[in-house]
């Protein structure tokens, strides 16, 4: 389905169907990110269990009452619950449900894994399966279930098209505008409003990458807390057209997990990006090192963020060098992985340019399939990063070089921070002076 088509609100009405249709049964809910369950499917759980209280207090008495809606439970009176779970296959295993709820699960890291769990729990039961995403790589059990006649899902599509009025809850001048601003990015317009998969030979980040790189366990950090570590942020500074970002790295040798990113709004003065990362120096111990952009700006911003008390500074002026050494650094970061069970170490790409994300030694995981291989980068589950992390093209030009850009109406702003914050934690570049013109 489509984004905002009412995957949600429809997916959690079925689930309340099953849960009042089949009495002393569970029922689970996962999603790439257990957040992602709480704050919305469950919310439009309550929401739905509250519309029926205001038309029907009497029912909504007699099947649940109000001491039954919990954040991650739902409990109603036939002995039937609801349960929000993480997307991991050792907590699914546990259960024995009569449906599963997987939103977006195209977006879920280790899919594989997770589905061998979710079958077994509904073996005895004659269960559901109910999966729903908006599509992303092809390299994926969604993808195949959707395609596959062999695993015996009835699949149906939802393109914007069918959710637009009177049918359906989008605006069209919403829709009219999302048109527009992606008019330069056709890929991700058939994506997302049109329910299509697409290649994608000019991404410099391939989506299947990216998918790889999304870890359900690492979440950001926020701004105030106090947190122990060794960081490494990138600031990607911008004003007009562009905005100004940070990404910080946390470093566990010999992976790296993005622990927080902040995109500012336009025209944003820099005075407050420099009162952001030092709240971040002064609550986290420790930031070792910060790569900023100093394109444009000159030397002044990285002064004044010493003057403030901000150590272990690097200002990077881009060109067509810089930028292709620290894109050419994050992508190796991502390609590069590690087996959590042998240990083996190498690359999820061959060198015929073919996906290998499972250990090429044979491991398997509990589940009894292939071991999927752990990248060094960890990204949480976050929607508009994904989409900004596949959005620089690249073309080789006559000089040898590689020019990167961006569809019109897209932004590749977090895409460079988190570069940064690559360069940043990267031993051969820590430590350097101040780059100058």
């Known amino acids: 389905m489509a984004r905002q088509t009412g995957k949600t609100f429809n997916g959690m009405a079925k689930l309340l169907y099953l849960a009042f249709r089949h009495p002393g049964s569970t029922v689970l809910v996962t999603a790439p990110k257990l957040g992602q369950v709480k704050r919305i499917a469950f919310k439009t759980l309550r929401d739905h269990l509250h519309r029926m209280k205001a038309n029907d207090p009497a029912l909504f008495d007699a099947v649940c009452r109000e001491r039954g809606l919990m954040k991650t439970m739902i409990r109603l009176r036939n002995g039937s619950t609801i349960l929000a779970e993480p997307p991991v296959p050792e907590t699914i295993r546990g259960h024995t449900a009569k449906a599963v709820y997987l939103m977006e699960m195209n ?57 637009m009025p009177p049918d359906g809850p989008l605006t069209p001048g919403i829709v009219d505008m999302i048109r527009n601003q ?21 991404r410099w980040l391939p989506a299947s990458l990216i998918a790889l790189c999304q870890d359900p366990t690492t979440r950001y950090y926020g701004l105030d807390a106090k947190h122990r570590g060794r960081f490494y942020a990138g600031i990607n500074l911008g004003k007009k057209q562009d905005h100004s970002v940070i990404a910080v790295l946390e ?49 002044y911003i990285v002064e004044d963020m010493r003057r403030t008390g901000i150590r272990n500074l690097e200002g990077v002026v881009f060109t067509q060098t810089t930028k292709e050494s620290m ?33 090429p030694q044979g491991c398997t995981s509990p589940e009894g399939n292939p071991q999927t291989l752990t990248p060094h980068l960890h990204i949480p589950y976050d929607p508009q990063l994904l989409a900004e992390l596949n959005t620089p093209t690249y073309q080789l030009t006559k000089t040898g070089r590689i020019h990167y850009s961006h569809p019109q109406g897209t932004h590749d702003d977090r895409f460079w921070a988190l570069c940064l914050a690559t360069r940043a934690a990267s031993a051969s570049h820590r430590n350097k002076p101040v780059a100058t013109h």
């Not at 015996?152 to 393109?159: E, N, R, Y």
């Not at 997302?192 to 290649?199: H, I, R």
């Not at 992976?255 to 990006?273: A, C, E, N, Q, S």
């Not at 069970?341 to 015929?352: A, I, P, Q, S």
């Open 182 to 202: 992606l008019m330069g990015d056709p890929s991700r317009w058939r994506r997302e409003m049109l329910c299509t998969w697409t290649e994608e030979t000019d």
């Open 251 to 299: 470093r566990k040798t010999p992976h790296l997990h993005l622990r927080h990113l902040h995109r500012f709004k336009l025209d944003t003065p820099y005075g407050v990006v420099i009162g952001h990362l030092k709240r971040l120096h002064d609550n986290w111990s420790r930031i070792a090192h910060t790569s900023i952009d100093q394109t444009g700006v000159g030397d």
């Open 327 to 359: 894109a050419t650094q994050l992508r190796e970061t991502m390609r590069t992985a590690t087996c959590p069970r042998c240990g083996w170490r190498g690359y999820v790409e061959t060198l015929t340019g073919q996906w290998r994300p499972h250990c």
């Open 107 to 163: 977006f879920i890291r280790d899919d594989t894994d997770l589905y061998t769990a979710v079958l077994f729990t509904i073996n005895t039961t004659d269960g559901v399966v109910i999966a729903e995403s908006t599509p992303w790589n092809t390299d994926s059990v969604f993808h195949r279930i959707y395609h596959e006649p062999t695993y015996g899902f009835s699949t149906h599509t939802v393109p914007y098209t069918e959710a």
